[in-house]
């Protein structure tokens, strides 16, 4: 085991934990394709501006990642939140989470819902567990969607320490059509949205108005990050979601709403604290019959909804 756990009990203003990391390890013999100093991807980019890369089919050896992170024995807590009448799209997200979410990797789901009752029993692959835990129901789906920021940060800071090495919160209007898994780990992790990765930043709807804490100016912005899917480290995403959530909080004793919500915020936040790794649009796509000559495989995807019939206001 590469990565280490290492308590810091005695500071209490400070994280319980912190990671070490020992590094991405091969072993002598093991026989994978070389990779190429000139030839790669050239249709997308794949590094962002301050060296991040991006991650798209063809960038990323599956069989070598898998390897060399199956050293590290790693538990990937992953969260999702059902209320209302979003618990209809529990059983298509979980199924095909089973098929294709970090396969051969520990999985710990942590689910939210109003409706425990009707939570569908899904076969979990072995190392993969699912924990559902009871929430309020809310009247706007504007704070349910919102409300993800506080209920995330209390999980990581009261519980996950010594449980999981990283986090992913997504959406569950979505379903899993193809591999999800290590490739995706890092310190933070933002997805490019589906319907802004090819469009000017004048054109990304960030909050433009200066009275709310997620205002970003015309002339700033890198990308257009998706609410529907983050994560990272313990550490960055409790980082991420306190942030969020006291800004979410301040805007609201202000009476205002960002455009995009939680969204809006969270691309305020990767602005100024710029994500380690990004996904590209094939881990969040718009529909998964609408096609791009660049996304050559759809790994995860919104599913078509009528938000009037399953939300519970307009
Ligand atoms: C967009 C974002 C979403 C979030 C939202 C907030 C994309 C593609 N989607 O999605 O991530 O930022 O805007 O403005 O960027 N939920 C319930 N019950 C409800 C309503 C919502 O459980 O009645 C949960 C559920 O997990 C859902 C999530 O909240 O997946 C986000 O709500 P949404 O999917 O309706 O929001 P949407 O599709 O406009």
């Not at 990779?35 to 501006?49: E, F, I, N, W, Y």
């Not at 059983?91 to 089973?98: G, H, R, V």
């Not at 009247?139 to 996950?160: A, F, P, V």
Request: aromatic letters at 14%.
């Amino acid at each position: 085991m590469y990565r280490m756990l290492i308590y810091m009990n005695n500071n209490q203003s400070r994280p319980k934990w912190k990671l070490k990391d020992y590094g991405l390890r091969s072993t002598p013999g093991f026989v994978y394709q070389q990779p190429s100093a000139l030839r790669g991807r050239t249709d997308v980019a794949s590094v962002t501006s301050w060296l991040a890369p991006i991650v798209w089919e063809g960038t990323f050896d599956p069989t070598l990642i898998d390897f060399m992170y199956k050293k590290q024995n790693l538990t990937i807590a992953t969260t999702v939140f059902a209320l209302g009448k979003y618990t209809r799209f529990l059983k298509d997200f979980l199924e095909s989470a089973e098929q294709h979410y970090f396969v051969g990797f520990r999985v710990q789901y942590y689910l939210f819902t109003d409706h425990p009752e009707v939570v569908p029993v899904v076969k979990m692959r072995e190392n993969h567990h699912l924990t559902v835990r009871k929430v309020p129901s809310m009247n706007r789906w504007q704070d349910i969607s919102m409300g993800r920021m506080d209920i995330l940060e209390k999980l990581i800071e009261n519980e996950l320490a010594g449980e999981a090495d990283y986090i992913f919160c997504l959406d569950v209007d979505t379903q899993f059509y193809g591999r999800w898994s290590v490739e995706s780990l890092g310190r933070l992790v933002g997805v490019i949205h589906p319907w802004f990765f090819e469009a000017p930043r004048h054109l990304f709807t960030y909050e433009r108005r200066p009275e709310s804490l997620a205002y970003i100016p015309e002339g700033e912005g890198d990308y257009y990050f998706t609410g529907a899917a983050f994560g990272g480290s313990l550490e960055d995403v409790l980082h991420l979601t306190k942030t969020c959530r006291e800004q979410l909080n301040i805007d609201t004793a202000n009476s205002i709403e960002a455009v995009w919500h939680e969204e809006s915020h969270l691309n305020k936040y990767f602005l100024y604290n710029k994500p380690s790794k990004l996904l590209s649009p094939e881990y969040l796509w718009r529909n998964i019959n609408a096609g791009s000559s660049q996304i050559k495989t759809i790994r995860f995807s919104h599913v078509a909804k009528n938000n009037a019939e399953v939300r519970p206001n307009p």
